[in-house]
């Protein structure tokens, strides 16, 4: 079992920046991968990013290539995702999500956090 809390949602202009982290905690961090969601009003849970265990592979959605990074810092037991050029359809709930085993970047995560509000004003 892990426990994901993410942090550092809010409310930005349209052009600005946003840090979301999530911390995890209950079992060994580097044992998973680590995704981002996110969910918009009225729509379905979205894939953001991913990245490995060891932080070497990284994926993205084509709509967020070259605004958002995905990171995370094991040592913190930390995932982070920089978002940048923020624009109002951006605006969703936030979630973090860990995976075991083999990684399956788009989906089938096993643990997820409560989310966090982001909210991009135009």
């Known amino acids: 079992q892990v426990q994901l809390v993410e942090s550092g949602g809010g409310l930005v202009q349209a052009g600005g920046s946003l840090r979301l982290s999530c911390a995890a905690s209950?079992?060994?961090?580097?044992?998973?991968?680590m995704g981002w969601f996110q969910q918009a009003p009225g729509k379905e849970r979205e894939f953001v990013a991913a990245i490995s265990w060891s932080g070497h592979n990284t994926y993205y959605a084509d709509s967020v290539k070259g605004r958002f990074t995905i990171s995370r810092d094991n040592a913190k037991n930390t995932v982070y995702l920089q978002m940048n050029s923020l624009q109002p359809e951006d605006t969703a709930v936030y979630y973090c999500?860990?995976?075991?085993?083999?990684?399956?970047?788009?989906?089938?995560?096993?643990?997820w956090g409560q989310g966090t509000q982001v909210t991009v004003s135009s």
């Open positions: 999500a860990a995976q075991e085993g083999a990684f399956r970047p788009y989906s089938a995560y096993d643990y």
């Open positions: 209950g079992r060994t961090f580097r044992s998973f991968h």
